[in-house]
Nanobody
Framework: QVQLVESGGGLVQAGGSLRLSCSAS????????MGWYRQAPGKQRELVAT???????NYVDSVKGRFTISWDNAKNTVYLQMNSLKPEDTAVYYC???????????????WGQGTQVTVAS
């Protein structure tokens, strides 16, 4: 019903930048919130940043001041600009969407397939 397509991951040197994109499509009536999560090897998935339809933004403390989440309503796309990347940012990054469907139902969050971000020291 909802598809999330991520792009923008890759390999970068410490101190470098990457921008992740996540485009949503499907039977979406409206968005409640979108966000980025990450999972490093051997660790649990953690929230990186979220943005609500009302513009409320949250970041995990470790990325504050370095990462910026933004949302293009016209394109149904959420971005994560990552600057000053550190080796500990290495993880698979997942996009998540909380939506209300055209049917007016509100299913559990949808998830993208993940995109690998590797930061070399």
């Amino acid at each position: 019903q909802v598809q999330l397509v991520e792009s923008g991951g890759g390999l970068v040197q410490a101190g470098g930048s990457l921008r992740l994109s996540c485009s949503a499509s499907g039977s979406i009536f409206s968005f409640v919130a979108m966000g980025w999560y990450r999972q490093a090897p051997g660790k649990q998935r953690e929230l990186v940043a979220t943005i609500s339809s009302g513009g409320r933004i949250n970041y995990v403390d470790s990325v504050k001041g370095r990462f910026t989440i933004s949302w293009d309503n016209a394109k149904n796309t959420v971005y994560l600009q990552m600057n000053s990347l550190k080796p500990e940012d290495t993880a698979v990054y997942y996009c998540s969407a909380e939506v209300i469907l055209i049917s007016r139902s509100r299913p559990p969050n949808y998830w993208g397939q993940g995109t690998q971000v590797t930061v070399a020291s």
